[in-house]
């Protein structure tokens, strides 16, 4: 059957149980035995609750030590824990119970609580600590092609996918990327500060716990504590996504704080700007930095632009290459044949990580030069289809950045009874200076095919990003569709100008 995924714990938990697991951001230390006790006590009380193998947990909570003794204990029962963001409502939470085929058994941080019980239904049991009575040791069940645990897919292009994790897909994550516990082995200090309901937060935070490193857990982002923890714990690695990285390179403490610990920051999930990565660079340059690609279905990533690559001017930009054991494919989206370097197609990925076997079609476009770097151009969903003409937002974005005037800006396609779509963009400016339709169409004349011009545009404070730094497209669309001011100009509340 295969080994269950939740037995990751045992070797630390047994070779050094005295060794930190997690710091948690009250200032409580953890270690690997008080953490293998906490799943094993988590693991009585789901099985009293009528959890067995097969079985979907829902789990509503924030990075911590509740969330991650359910994740283990519900696999080593033979059931998933199904990871869900505390942030959603009731709705939504009903929707992921349903998708993911959960049992009317929950564990919820209490603010929380009462959203997912009304999720659950009528027949709910909601859990928010172990039953400290708990005595009996419960075996494990399960392995192999079992589901292990359950994500789900952003949902930042529409209604999100469950994608159950098999004990085998992640075992292969895990031996690929990190060698396993060792007492001759001092534990590496990492920090979780993106959400454990995310691909990027789960995986990193299961990667430190096969190696026996030491994880500091940062529940909510804030920069300044981000700062504050990695210099209070020497955190040497962590992973952020691009929003993160700005928010903590703009925060004052930033210039004051040298992070002499900090030697590997891996960044992903979201597209970054070179002139951010630039900057992080020239702050932290003891710093090695990897650009990393991938999605839920493929466990994280499967590709990264190394540390090395950095230093190439004509690299940043580029998601890299292809890791070890991974091949990866530039597709025609029409004909599904391979296409030579240079010319835009989908990605698709074979690799012993992937949550299925066979070649996933990933949705991602990119492109691939010579070297085998890749250039993502956006996702296959968001392609804006203007009269026929159909081409990828992350283009004019990529151009309104350059505008000296502009701080960033995104793109998306917007509904239009004559065109089928129209070219909209939520601006955020540098300064107090707001360019007006015509100043950034004439910008853009020239660098991009006349059908390519912004049509649409609305200035906002602050892009609206997802928990996990990423834009919904449906909620671009929403704020340009909801801005009815007939000229651009200063405000809180977006305004836009239309060229039609």
């Known amino acids: 059957m295969g080994e269950n995924a939740a037995s990751i714990l045992d070797a630390p938990a047994q070779g050094e149980p005295s060794r930190p697991a997690l710091a948690l951001a009250d ?13 094993r006590r988590w693991a009585a009380t789901l099985a009293a609750a009528g959890i067995g193998p097969g079985d979907r947990v829902a789990l509503a909570d924030w990075g911590g030590l509740r969330s991650t003794a ?10 998933a824990a199904a990871q869900m963001n505390p942030l959603l409502t009731e709705g939504e939470l009903a929707q992921l119970v349903e998708v993911s085929g959960c049992r009317p058994v929950g564990v919820a941080t209490p603010a929380v609580a009462d959203a997912l019980r009304g999720a659950l239904g009528a027949n709910a049991i909601l859990l928010d600590a172990p039953d400290a009575s708990a005595a009996d040791e419960v075996g494990s069940a399960g392995g192999g092609e079992d589901a292990a645990l359950v994500l789900f897919t952003s949902g930042t292009t529409g209604t ?3 994608i159950p994790v098999t004990h085998r897909a992640l075992y292969a994550r895990l031996s690929a990327y990190r060698p396993p516990f060792s007492p001759d082995r001092r534990a590496g200090v990492g920090m979780m500060c993106v959400p454990s309901f995310h691909i990027g937060g789960l995986i990193g935070l299961l990667l430190a716990i096969y190696a026996g490193d030491t994880t500091v ?12 923890l990695v210099d209070e714990h020497r955190v040497m690695s962590v992973f952020l996504v ?28 979201a597209a970054a700007p070179v002139e951010l990565v630039r900057r992080a660079m020239e702050r932290w340059p003891h710093v090695g930095f990897a650009n990393v690609f991938g999605q839920t279905e493929t466990l994280g990533a499967y590709t990264t632009l190394t540390p090395e690559d950095h230093h190439d001017p004509a690299r940043i930009g580029s998601v890299g290459r292809a890791l070890p054991g991974v091949e990866v494919r530039v597709v025609d989206t029409v004909t599904g044949e391979d296409l030579p370097p240079g010319e835009v197609g989908e990605l698709w990925v074979r690799a ?38 159909k081409f990828p937002p992350s283009e004019i974005a990529e151009v309104l950045r350059t505008h000296p005037a502009l701080a960033d800006a995104a793109v998306a396609g917007v509904p239009d009874p004559e065109m089928g779509e129209r070219v909209g963009a939520v601006l955020v400016a540098a300064a107090d200076e707001h360019p007006d339709l015509h100043e950034l169409r004439e910008w853009c004349r020239g660098r991009l095919a006349p059908f390519k011009l912004p049509e649409i545009v609305v200035y906002a ?29 200063p405000a809180t509340a977006p ?4 060229a039609t």
Not at 70 to 79: D, F, H, I, S
């Open 27 to 39: 200032g409580t230390v953890v270690d690997y035995g008080e953490l293998a006790e906490e799943v």
């Open 70 to 79: 359910v994740t283990l204990a519900a696999a080593r029962l033979g059931a």
């Open 160 to 162: 999100p996918k469950a």
């Open 217 to 228: 857990v940062l529940p909510r982002f804030d920069a300044g504590e981000w700062i504050r």
């Open 242 to 269: 691009p929003t993160m990285l700005a928010r903590i390179l703009d925060h004052p403490d930033a210039a004051t704080t040298e992070l002499p610990s900090l030697l590997a920051v891996s960044y992903g999930a």
């Open 352 to 389: 012993a990580q992937n949550v299925r076997d066979g070649w996933l079609q990933t949705g991602d476009l990119a492109r691939r030069d010579e070297d085998g770097y890749l250039y993502p151009t956006g996702r296959r969903s968001e392609l804006i289809n203007r009269g026929g003409e």
């Open 461 to 489: 404070d602050a892009l609206p990003t997802n928990e996990l730094g990423k834009l919904p497209r449906r909620v671009l669309v929403e704020l340009v569709e909801g801005a009815t001011e007939a000229a651009t100009r």
């Open 495 to 498: 305004v836009a100008e239309d």
